[in-house]
């Protein structure tokens, strides 16, 4: 190849800088970025020059990753959890003296953020599961004491939603059959009642949104009664549902609501790339000058509590993150930065969406990544398996296609069946599908680019993280034939352990798991048999499995019984595990170690670049 080798540093070291937010009030911007080598949150003035703001944060630990503005300006909330436990802390800072509180220090209980509301600007609701490992109660946090009051008993839900008020008026209760209820209430003295039952089927196209202005209707988007995922008005009292905005194909992936109306002004669709529908006329306007500005896809990440002015990304697939402040009355965007400016200084890989037909006759979507300035042929390929599975990959900036198209590899990313975003019927084409008709859809689309000319055959890998792990364990377990290695990152080796060891506050969802992968107690050998321990001893192809000690979701156990048994059968593999790690990687310098490895690893038995 003759392009230069883009740096690891540059691809998965820290961002320069992310996540802007402004102020409720608008004077003010805050930012993520390095403090001492660890991501914290920054502010400054806004029209300031970014060089002279301050880190109001002092993580030396895991790094800041989200955060958000309180609505009395000021104090800034972040969750933290420990080595990746994924026990959130809820964690405050007082711009005005500095001070940092520990606003949930209780050991071994989950915070979330559960509503904040420009008219409530010294009250947060946080769900916590302090009582009940397994259900997270609604407490009202007043902001000037850190007082934590409970407000709801959850008698079952997995979620609430408050009205305008703040009143917690509804709720979404998982059935034991894998179905859904939303519940409601007029006032926070009746009885929660039934407003809307739907079956497993259109449980992951379905979810309430919000409340409307007046209390007496709820936006959802909603498959019932259609493929996919509509955005809907439902009546409370008669239950009558009036469809606002829907495709045949793809669920609605995003609704903006108007901050003080509450009605919907625009929806957006994850196609093969990000699309708009405006429902208000009044935005319009905006939304068509901020998308002349660039050519990536749009997202609007914020606004002040006015409204007037904006916060918006810029999504390209061979560039960084570019992030604009727009002032809606003067009509006019400001750049504010990059997320990593160094990746300018490299020739990055076009993403490009493709499509083929299964075995079955079922489309699966997808999109490739060539190594720039080289042919298209016969080419060493890793297939890149997104996590969930009820996820998908999207068209954009990722650092993993570019950096394996950089090292020389054509990176192929599947949107097999049991992907979200195409409708109810697709994602209901994965259900007991592990390791089956899913993995197959893998394998029809490198059969697909080896048609094309694209991929060499003999020098195909499989690669991924969480069901993207199993799938490369299964990869090399059931299908050792078809790739040269697999790389599983924090993925599940046995079904049935994974099922059996869930963390607490997924409990309310395991019908979820038992209807969609399968159920260990009526259906142990059919999750054995889906599982890739039970022919680890057929393994034939080299393995690299890296794995975070802390992971709630996927115990170590998962990766260390495969361990074992390559290690007894003396299987080629590499492992990898983090002490101070969870379901994934936060720290840049084990997410640098992991990805020296993996390219390392893929070099070894592909024959792509490698960075000394």
Known sequence: MTVPLVPRQVLFGNPERISPRISPDGTRLAWIAPDEGVLNVWVGNVGAALEVATAVTKDRDRGIRSYFWAHDNRHLLYVQDVGGDEDW????????????????????????????????????????????????????????SGELEKIVENPGFIGFLADVDFNVRAGLAPLPDGGMVVMVRDTVDDEWRELLKYGQDDSLTTEPAAFTQDGAGIWMVSSVGANAGRLVKFDIATGETTVVAEDPQYDVAGVRLHPDTREPQAVTYVKERATYEILDPEIRDDVERLQALDPGDLTLTGHDDTDRTWLAAFMNDDGPVRYYAYDRDAKQATFLFEHQPALSQYELAKMEPFSYTARDGLTIHGYLTFPPGESRENLPTVLNV?????????????????????????CVQVNFRGSTGYGKDFVNAGDKE???????????????????????????????????????????????????????????????????????????????????????????????????????????????????????????????????????????????????????????????????????????????????
């Open 386 to 410: 997104h996590g969930g599975p009820w996820a998908r990959d999207t068209w954009g900036y990722n650092s993993e296609a570019q950096w394996l198209a950089n090292r020389g590899y054509l």
């Open 89 to 144: 802390h809820l964690i405050d800072v007082d711009l005005d003296t500095g001070a940092t509180r520990d606003l949930t220090p209780y050991e071994g209980v989950q915070a979330r953020v559960e509503d904040s509301d420009k008219r409530f600007p010294d009250t947060i609701l946080v769900g916590l599961n302090r009582d009940n490992p397994q259900l997270h109660d609604v407490y009202r946090l007043d902001l000037p």
């Open 434 to 612: 592990w390791g089956a008709k899913m993995h197959d859809d893998l394998l029809d689309g490198v059969d697909w680019v080896v048609a094309q000319g694209y991929a060499d055959r003999t020098k195909v890998a499989i690669y991924g993280g969480s069901y993207g792990g199993y799938a490369a364990l299964a990869g090399a377990a059931f299908t050792p034939d078809v790739f040269a290695c697999a790389v599983d990152i924090v993925g599940p080796s046995n079904l049935e352990t994974l099922i059996e060891s869930i963390p607490p506050y997924w409990a309310p969802l395991i019908a979820q798991f038992h209807t969609r992968v399968g159920n260990p107690e009526t259906e142990p050998d059919f999750l054995w048999a889906r599982s890739p321990l039970s022919k680890a001893g057929d393994i034939r192809i080299p393995l690299l499995i890296a794995q975070g000690a802390n992971d709630p979701r996927v115990k170590q156990a998962e990766s260390e019984q495969i361990v074992a048994v390559l290690t007894e059968k003396g299987i080629d593999h590499e492992y990898m595990l983090f002490p101070d790690e969870g379901h994934g990687f936060a720290k840049p310098e084990n997410r640098l170690t992991f990805y020296a490895g993996a390219e390392r690893f893929l070099a070894k038995h592909l024959g792509g670049r490698f960075e000394a």
